[in-house]
């Protein structure tokens, strides 16, 4: 047996066999098998309680996995947020010294919750440029409730240093 | 209520979600329906050989010790009920429901044909390059009822 404690380099290691086998594409296509056929709980959550379903999913899975997060829900406004200022299952993979993780590993969590979501009505933004540090932020909003424009801010990128530039003046 | 929010650390909680059993099962589930039976093995082989590289080294230093730490450690955090023997040339692990099968069970997820793998397949692999072969002498594919046995190669 693997013990559950040690299955996220099981999973990583997974993607990798798959994209040796057969390309990125034949990881993109587990990613929605299990989508489809593994979240059945939080489809069966969101559909059941809306938005409230995403608190009830994710306290419970980012409990069980020991998570440093925060998480927020405005049900007047349809908003879920999630930051986990320590993804336990990037985290564990970053101390591994001995193992190489799949590099598209954070990936799956884009696709997996997206493909649930997307189709019950909600938008599902997630931020994965802190992804190399075990930190990300997500975003789910009920459709038609975000005013159009910018995508909304997760509250993502790392504070800049004073006086540091990003665009060169005109 | 409207608005709530939550926070939480790391060492609030116990690391043990047990969901991962499901996920994992999927995972074998997919690889035999798409690659077919040698893939899983091959996959569970390549995985043990490089995650288990630690364990595997302390197998060549500290022979069958190592193996029996290993074990205990796993089926306690996993709240099993086992019974592990331990001889100068053979190790015995006797569990009498695999933790991942009855959490599986309880809560609807799907036992892939080849879980038992995750056992056999993975045993062997931690046995590679070490004076010792495993082998699963019982396995129960309803309730991963198992007798787990390491022992010396003959010479």
């Keep these: 047996m693997i013990s559950c404690t040690e299955f996220i380099p099981a999973y990583s290691d997974l993607f990798r066999f798959l994209e040796k086998r057969d390309g990125k594409e034949s990881v993109i296509r587990f990613w929605h098998y299990l989508s489809d056929y593994f979240l059945g709980n939080l489809q069966e959550t969101v559909k059941k309680e809306g938005i409230q379903g995403c608190w009830t999913y994710w306290s419970r899975t980012l409990s069980e996995e020991a998570a440093d997060f925060k998480m927020e829900l405005d049900t007047q406004k349809g908003i879920f947020k999630g930051v986990l200022r320590r993804c336990p299952s990037k985290g564990r993979l970053l101390k591994l010294k001995h193992f190489k993780a799949y590099p598209d590993y954070c990936g799956h969590c884009d696709v997996l919750y997206r493909r649930v979501l997307e189709p019950l009505g909600y938008d599902f933004y997630l931020d994965m440029s802190e992804c190399d540090r075990a930190t990300c932020r997500f975003y789910i909003l009920r459709k038609g409730d975000r005013k159009p424009g910018p995508k909304p801010d997760v509250g993502t990128s790392r504070k800049k240093k004073p006086g540091v530039r990003t665009k060169p003046r005109a | ?155």
């Design chain 2, 1 to 155: 209520m409207a608005h709530k929010t939550m926070s939480c650390k790391a060492s609030d909680h116990e690391y043990l979600h047990k969901d991962f059993h499901g996920a994992l099962s999927a995972g074998i589930e997919y690889l035999h329906t798409h690659y077919g039976e040698q893939a899983v093995r091959d996959y569970l082989r390549e995985f043990t050989r490089k995650y288990y590289a630690p364990l595997r080294r302390a197998i060549r230093q500290r022979g069958l010790a190592a193996l029996k730490v290993h074990f205990e450690t796993m089926y306690t955090r996993e709240r099993a009920r086992f019974r592990v023997r331990l001889t100068r040339d053979e190790l015995v692990i006797s569990v009498a429901a695999c933790p991942a099968i009855t959490h599986m069970k309880s809560h609807g997820y799907p036992v892939a044909r080849l879980f038992h793998e995750t056992t056999r397949t993975v045993n062997e692999a931690l046995c590679e390059g070490t004076p010792f072969k495993a082998e699963l002498a019982e396995y129960d594919p309803e309730t991963g009822r198992s007798v787990q046995r390491f022992f010396r190669r003959s010479r």
